[in-house]
Nanobody, 122 residues
Framework: QAQVVESGGGLVQPGGSLRLSCTSS????????IGWFRQAPGQEREAVSV????????WYADFAAGRFTIFRNNDENAVLLQMNNLKPEDTANYYC???????????????WGQGTQVTVSS
């Protein structure tokens, strides 16, 4: 079963930046659409951004568009999420997963990893 590892989270002040990394040693991430999701305490997990496996096209949630950028580093078998101008409401545990679109909902393929915690606070 495909396993991913997320890293790069941390504590940052409002307006700051973080770059999250999603890697796997079990499969070639370039062959899959890869999504970043997040879950804040007491809230449902939501999709943040997705990058396609074929043409590299991207999708962003409204709250991420213009602030976040998803891209691949195929040499390192990684998908990264550059997050700029972070806000306190971005505080959440961030997860990545191979992803498919079911209807209008991005859904993970396989199980979730541990995620990486992002905390935006002054």
């Amino acid at each position: 079963q495909a396993q991913v590892v997320e890293s790069g989270g941390g504590l940052v002040q409002p307006g700051g930046s973080l770059r999250l990394s999603c890697t796997s040693s079990g499969f070639a991430m370039a062959n899959y659409a890869i999504g970043w999701f997040r879950q804040a305490p007491g809230q449902e997990r939501e999709a943040v951004s997705v990058i396609a496996g074929n043409d590299g096209s991207t999708w962003y949630a409204d709250f991420a568009a213009g602030r976040f950028t998803i891209f691949r580093n195929n040499d390192e078998n990684a998908v990264l999420l550059q997050m700029n101008n972070l806000k306190p409401e971005d505080t959440a545990n961030y997860y990545c997963a191979p992803t498919e679109l079911l209807g209008s909902t991005w859904s993970p393929l396989g199980s979730w990893g541990q995620g990486t915690q992002v905390t935006v606070s002054s």
